[in-house]
Structures are given as C-alpha cells and as structure tokens.
C-alpha cells in the first residue's frame, strides 16, 4: 500500500473543497451526491471520509471556502472607494456571472438551501458573509466601515436577489433588462444617505 505525505492529503482535501464548491453552486446542495463529488475530485468514494466525518462537513467547509475566495478574488482586488464598489456591482450583476453558476457566487446559487442547511453550515456561511461586507462596507465608508455594515448587507441582498430571478427568467431580454435595473438599484442605493 502506498502511502503519502501530509502534503498529499491536504492538497487532495483542498481538491475535494473546490470541486465540491463549484458542484454545489452548479446542481444545488441536495442534488450533489458525495460519489458526484469524488468522481469530480478524481478520486473513489472510499476516500471521502478520509478527509470529512459527513456530507454536512464537506457543505460547511465548501461553503467557508467560496465565500474566503469571493472576498479575496472580488472585493479585496476591487478599486479602492465607490468605484470599486461600482465594479463589484457590474461585475455581480452581469450576464456572465448569471450564466457561470459554477465559477459564480455562493450566495445567489445556495442561498435558498444554506438556510436549511445545520446550524454549523449556517454558522460559516454567515462567518464568511460578514468577511464580505466588511470589505464592502470599508469601501463605502473608510472612515467608519461599521456604520455602513447594514447598507452593505442590503446591497449584498439586492445583488443576489436580482441575479437569482434573472436566472430563473426564460426571457433572456427581460432578465437582461432587470440585471441593468439592479445595477440602478445598487448604485442608489450606495448613494443615499442612510442612518445605520
């Protein structure tokens, strides 16, 4: 029998993680199966509980791990300010990403099943939301990031509901249309004077 290193296993734990994080986002939750998973992975079912106890683990840690990657791929690397706001904005809310379930965001593809998911699931979820809008909110108010925390959970809101029902329209000119309505909507609301 051959064995590996620490290195293996942990770049094969992390293997796992990102398939399952683009397959969960991809087919929902519920429609990933763990031998799905693990032929993503290229690897055999028999070697998933090697490195997670459950299905739940492997959600909770997937789930941890989108929402990190988001905050480090899209909001760390935006423009500083309103403008990096602005291309956060256009670039959540484009036909693109509508189309790009897989390479998208966690939270317009699995919002509707994290809230069913464990207490724990829910717990990184919400763990990794906040990391996401404190970056956001620290760009609309860099003097006092924590008095825009609010808005920027409203605008996290906005933007993954309008991409949810644009996916979910047939009419591709009416789901085009409400992406550049929601682009509107964010931008008002990233200028209106709101008490937090």
């Known amino acids: 029998m051959v064995r590996y290193g620490k290195e293996h296993k942990a770049e ?8 399952a994080g683009r397959r969960f986002k991809q087919d929902g939750i ?3 199966g763990v031998s799905t998973l693990m032929k993503d992975a290229g690897l055999t079912n028999g070697a998933f509980y090697a490195h997670f106890e459950s299905k ?3 959600v909770t840690t997937a789930i941890a791990d989108q929402l990190k990657v988001q905050a480090e791929s899209v909001v760390a690397r935006a423009a500083p300010g309103r403008a990096g706001i602005e291309q956060i904005v256009r670039g959540y809310l484009s036909p693109q990403h509508r189309e790009n379930f897989g390479d998208g965001c966690p939270n317009a593809a699995l919002l509707d099943e994290i809230g069913r998911c464990t207490d ?4 990184a979820y919400t763990d990794g939301v906040l990391v996401l809008i404190d970056g956001i909110a620290s760009r609309m108010a860099p003097e006092a990031p924590s008095s825009a925390r609010v808005k920027a959970l409203s605008l996290l809101g906005l933007m993954a509901g309008t991409l949810q029902l644009s996916r979910a329209l047939t009419d591709r000119r009416l789901a085009n249309e409400l992406l550049e309505q929601g682009i509107a909507n964010a931008l008002a609301l990233l200028d209106a004077d709101q008490r937090v």
Do not use: K, M
């Not at 724990?120 to 717990?123: A, C, K, L």
């Open 56 to 58: 739940d683990d492997l």
């Open 30 to 32: 519920d429609g990933s």
């Open 120 to 123: 724990t699931t829910r717990q």
């Open 12 to 19: 094969t734990r992390r293997r796992i993680i990102e398939t």
